[in-house]
């Protein structure tokens, strides 16, 4: 699975993080909610980022765990190939071996973001890329006055301004992947 990061308020600020943690005997307690979260349904492990004391640490949350359920977001109108889902924590409790004890703060769930959006970034560009190819087809078939619309500059213009900036992102994403 994914990190889990994202709540229903707050997603580009995961410093609003409102899902907390509390300690008790032998573990502690985890209630809260998280949103958008890729494959939780099926995963077996969640890494769930919740606050304790006021920071934010990792918690491995296990499949089956009492009051932890993870439904799946039904509809999405897009990004169909995956599973989205919910994850809700209702006094689940978490073993202390279960809190990741190398993590303290925002640090460790920004560097998951880090990775996840590089791995996005690759990904928006072959939407773009299917955008452009489908694009190309419709005016190789669409015919006006006799002829393809491909044939016309203004339509030329138009797929070589996509093929460039499409060109532009991959050699962006190539760079970052040497950085
Ligand atoms: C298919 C899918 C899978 C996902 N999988 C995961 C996952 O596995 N784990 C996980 O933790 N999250 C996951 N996410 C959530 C994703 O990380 C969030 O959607 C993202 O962080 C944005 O949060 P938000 O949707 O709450 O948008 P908001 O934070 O509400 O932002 C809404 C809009 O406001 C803009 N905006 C926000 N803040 C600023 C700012 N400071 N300056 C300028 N513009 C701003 C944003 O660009 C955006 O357009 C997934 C999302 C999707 C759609």
Do not use: H
């Amino acid at each position: 699975m994914f990190p889990v990061l994202t709540e229903p308020d707050f997603g580009s600020n995961p410093g609003g993080t409102i899902t907390k943690a509390e300690k008790t005997d032998g573990g502690y307690i985890l209630n809260g909610a998280k949103m958008w979260i890729t494959n939780g349904t099926v995963a077996d492990i969640a890494v769930v980022w919740a606050k304790l004391d006021g920071r934010v640490r990792g918690f491995l949350v296990e499949k089956g765990t009492k009051g932890y359920s993870a439904p799946e977001t039904k509809g999405k109108l897009s990004l169909r190939a995956s599973i989205t889902s919910e994850l809700v924590f209702e006094d689940c409790f978490i073993p202390d071996e279960n809190l990741l004890p190398g993590s303290d703060g925002l640090k460790s769930p920004l560097m998951c973001l880090t990775q996840a959006r590089y791995g996005i970034a690759w990904g928006v560009i072959g939407l773009a890329n299917e955008c452009y190819s489908t694009a190309l087809d419709y005016s190789l078939s669409r015919i006006q006055f006799g002829k393809p619309i491909a044939s016309l500059q203004i339509t030329q213009e138009k797929l070589a301004y996509m093929q460039t900036q499409i060109t532009k992102a991959q050699l962006l994403c190539y760079q970052l992947a040497k950085t």
